[in-house]
């Protein structure tokens, strides 16, 4: 399930979010009602205070927020490839540019969201919000299952109930959930525990969008290169230098014991994507927006929005074999939206 191709492009840093002047709302996360869109100059909620897992990401200490562009393109989902190019390629899909941030969101991130949501007081995301607004006139995607509606819903509000995100529910596992009630030395560490809905309501709240299961694997496999890995065909090793997975961080890679075999974002730096992104594969697996469905044609910027009994994940974590897990074209197994495992977490996707 990847395709070889090689155009070499600039890739665009940049952050989002929103408000009555196009600059983000801190206390909303929602885009400008005059334009619909977030302003990509501007700083996300989730970073707007400095501090650690905020400000300090990657080796060169940048905003947690980097967003990268991802120009669009056509590929196939389903492929498989070897390190010597794709072959069995099937389900054809054309995607539209969008933005794919640099790193998956920290626990410092997620905790100036937690502290918005408010115990279930406070914030919770618009009806209709989360939607690809630049595509199909605002419509947002094409549901690639033949549903109703023809286009994406976004939040529904009926929804609201599953967001969760206590202390207790984030301890969803003791030895590996990241974590912690007060700011503390694992505010760089990706968040995990998290359900689906609340990866929805994280990315919604801080001016984006779960990226399509479609958008996800375009950027992992590199666009038309279909590459078998984010970076490219080069085993990822035991040095945890091209991906965080199979117990390799902080251990032997024979089993997982603790915290140690997770590493701050960015950390595997010679595995970044053809576009800049850093640990698409291994850290934590991560949501996609679609039901885990058969893939439905033809795809043109659409995502499976209904059909299945579970959400979709890709990516692989920190205790994931290299392959089939962190290969680009692996589908994460079914896990219900209300799941929580300590190897799930989030990246956002955003306007061009």
Known sequence: MIKQGVILLTVAAASCGSS??????????????????????????????????????????ESCCASLAVP?????????????GPTD??????????????YLV??????QFVAAWNGGAGYTPAAGSGKHTHLNGGQGLVDASGGSPVYEPGWNPSDDS?????????ACDPSFATWTSAAGSQED???????????????IWDGGFLPSEAEFEYAAAAGSEQREYPWGSSDPGTASQYAIFGCEHGGDGTDCTGLANLAPVGSATMGASRWGQ?????EVSEWNLDYHAVFGNPCTDCASLAGGSGRVNRGGSYRSSASPYLQSFFRGDLLYATDRTSSFGIRCARTP
């Open 20 to 61: 009555s002047t196009g600059q983000p709302d801190a206390s909303t996360g929602q885009p400008d009602a005059s334009t619909g869109q977030p302003d990509a100059s501007s700083t996300p909620p989730s970073c707007m205070p400095a501090g650690a897992g905020r400000t300090d990401c990657g080796p060169n200490k």
């Open 72 to 84: 669009g393109g056509s590929y196939s989902r389903t492929f498989t490839n070897d390190g010597t």
């Open 89 to 102: 390629e099937d389900d054809p899909a054309t995607i539209s540019g969008f933005r794919l941030d640099e």
């Open 106 to 111: 920290t626990v410092g991130r997620f905790r």
């Open 162 to 170: 599953d967001l969760t995100p206590t202390a207790q529910n984030l």
């Open 189 to 203: 560490l990706p968040i995990n525990c998290v359900n689906w809905y609340e990866a929805y309501a994280f990315c």
């Open 278 to 282: 850093l640990d698409l594969s291994g």
